[in-house]
């Protein structure tokens, strides 16, 4: 029965066949499709296992072939005198480039995570199965993921219909969209390698992520289109990173630091939110635009947003970029702040919040703009800044994820736009997209960190708050050196050399209790004394006088003091304060 289908299908076994004779049947099983014979479904029927080259027999001739940015295909010589005649031509081809990012994609797939390419291909439906083993073909590369999709297929008859389709396209002269189905392919497989991985992060149940995890994964998807489902996924599923706490950690700390050392910025906030329900609307907004400029300063970004009220608004607060002109954006990449001019605004802690929230999507904008390198340039131009110098990863990072989750070009990036879902479509979308659970996380921290300075600030006023709270400090320091500090473990000139400081430091803390002297003596004395201690703890951690079953606690000590120091600082700037008062006006009584 070689090379021959003169059989009836009832005993005809093709699975059998091996060798060079399996080709040559292949081939006119297909001559057989041609020639509408009704032998060839009943034989199909009985096909075993299809391999790439059983489908290149069936195929029969020669599909166009996509090599070094060039398409080689044959094509009939419809001006010449003989129109049946076939020629065989090569010409550029635009789909050099979408075909690259197809390959580009399985291979990270296949590298990164060969298991999750398989299970794409077996949950592909059967077209999608043809035009990835057709694709594959006529770029000639991925033989074995060829190999593994015909494995899948359901019926091999479609992949011969659609090679013979395309190349019958190049064949009459016919325009063939190749680019569009290398990017609808590129799109599914993306897509689905994307919705996987979120299902793998979803399993920690972890709202905030360490940044190996995942940006990796946002990093690859960046690079392409994505369909609905997937993007949406992103930007519903996917944890924060941890980098980005580390922006909002280090800008919470400055922010405390400014208003803590600036007593006229501290006194002017409190004056604010004591009589904040009888400001007037353009007092609460000259204060909305202060305050803005003081988060601005504490994140290192310039210039601030700017901020204005808006009738029929929908809501409380909203931001948006500055314009739509790319300059000017680059010059304000912070945007503008709208705020409802038919909300009241009476409640203090509420107003810190929405300024805050609107503000995280400043620094959103802000980031996503930090991916551009002509930006980049444009900013050192105009006098902007982008934050700290080394957190510059961390804001790329942040961007990253926004842009995810941005309309269209917002920012001008040249990345492909993402989606932003807008509350009047679906509440719990809008509330579950990542900026928006950014935004609403931040807005928070930022108020209750202004508040809780002003707070420590309005407690420190006082002096006697400083020296109460350190008594029972002082005792834990004195335990922790007599009892955890084993100093016999260094020789005796260091021995003596460490209780003289143990000496100055009791000597300011004596100070600090003598009520004679003046608070501001006292508080110094204190500071001093509580530096002191602090001093000797990092000598004995470096110098492992200290075990390791009181090392923790040793160092909850050390804590305590830096933070009383910290505070120490206030109740010293409010008496220099009152001192310098009291020096202009010898009526200023201290109080």
């Known amino acids: 029965m070689t090379g021959s289908l003169d059989t009836t299908h009832d005993r005809f076994n093709l699975s059998s066949l091996e060798g060079e004779e399996r080709p040559v049947v292949m081939s006119k099983l297909y001559d057989l499709h041609a020639g509408k014979s009704e032998k060839y479904w009943p034989i199909l029927d009985t096909l075993g296992s299809l391999s790439s080259q059983d489908i290149d027999s069936m195929i029969n001739r020669p599909l166009p072939k996509i090599s070094n940015g060039k398409i080689t295909y044959k094509v009939r010589d419809i001006l010449g005198d003989d129109p049946n005649k076939i020629l065989e031509r090569t010409s550029l081809s635009f789909a050099k480039v979408e075909g690259k990012k197809l390959l580009d994609a399985i291979q990270h797939i296949h590298k990164e995570d060969p298991d999750v390419l398989s299970d794409i291909l077996k949950e592909m439906y059967d077209k999608s199965v043809v035009d990835l083993i057709v694709s594959l073909k006529m770029i000639g590369a991925e033989e074995s993921l060829i190999e593994a999709a015909c494995q899948e297929l359901n019926n091999p008859h479609t992949v011969v219909m659609s090679a013979g389709s395309i190349r019958d396209d190049f064949m009459d002269s016919e325009y063939y969209p190749m680019e569009n189905r290398f990017r609808r392919l590129t799109q599914e497989l ?7 991985k979120i299902k793998i992060l979803e399993k920690d149940k972890s709202s905030i992520q360490s940044d190996a995890k995942f940006l990796p994964i946002l990093e690859f998807a960046s690079q392409y289109s994505l369909n609905d489902q997937a993007l949406k996924d992103i930007n519903l599923k996917t944890p924060l990173p941890q980098s980005l706490f580390t922006i909002h950690r280090d800008a919470k700390k400055s922010l405390q630091g400014i208003i803590t050392s600036d007593l006229s910025l501290a006194d002017e906030l409190l ?44 809501g409380v607060a909203s931001q948006v970029p500055w314009s739509e002109e790319r300059i000017e954006c680059f010059q304000h990449p912070l945007g503008r702040i709208n705020l409802s001019s038919d909300c009241a605004f009476d409640n203090f802690p509420e107003f810190l919040e929405a300024l805050g929230h609107e503000f995280v999507h400043g620094l959103e904008d802000l980031s996503i703009l930090s991916l551009n390198n002509e930006f980049k340039e444009q900013a050192d131009l105009n006098n902007v800044q982008i934050g700290q110098p080394y957190l510059q990863k961390n804001i790329e990072s942040l961007g990253l994820l926004a842009s995810f989750n941005t309309n269209a070009d917002m920012g001008f990036t040249g990345k492909r736009g993402g989606k932003y879902y807008k509350l009047a479509d679906s509440e719990d979308d809008y509330c579950q997209q990542l900026r928006e659970r950014h935004a609403y996380k931040l807005e928070k921290i930022i108020a209750s960190a202004t508040l809780e300075t002003l707070d420590k600030i ?106 009383i120091v910290q505070d120490i600082d206030v109740s010293i700037s409010m008496e220099s304060k009152k001192a310098k008062k009291s020096e202009r006006n010898p009526n200023y009584i201290l109080v």
């Open 190 to 196: 993306v897509s689905s390698y994307v919705q996987k």
């Open 271 to 314: 004056e604010t939110q004591t009589h904040f329900p009888e400001l007037s609307k353009s007092e609460k907004l000259v204060f909305a635009q202060k305050y803005l400029d003081l988060l601005s300063k504490s994140y290192a970004v310039f210039p601030p947003p700017s901020v204005e009220y808006k009738d029929n608004m929908g």
């Open 458 to 563: 309005k407690h420190y006023q006082s002096p006697l708050n400083a020296f109460t709270e350190s008594k029972d400090l002082i005792r834990s320091v004195h335990k922790v050196l007599e009892e955890d500090i084993n100093i016999g473990l260094k020789d005796p000139k260091w021995q003596e050399g460490f209780k003289e400081h143990v000496k100055e430091m009791n000597k300011h803390f004596d100070i600090s209790s003598d009520d004679k002297l003046s608070d501001l003596e006292r508080l110094s004395a204190l500071k001093n004394g509580s530096n002191q201690a602090m001093y000797l703890f990092k000598k004995s951690v470096g110098y492992e006088l200290i075990s390791d079953s009181r090392m923790e606690h040793v160092d909850t000590v050390y804590q305590n003091l830096r933070n």
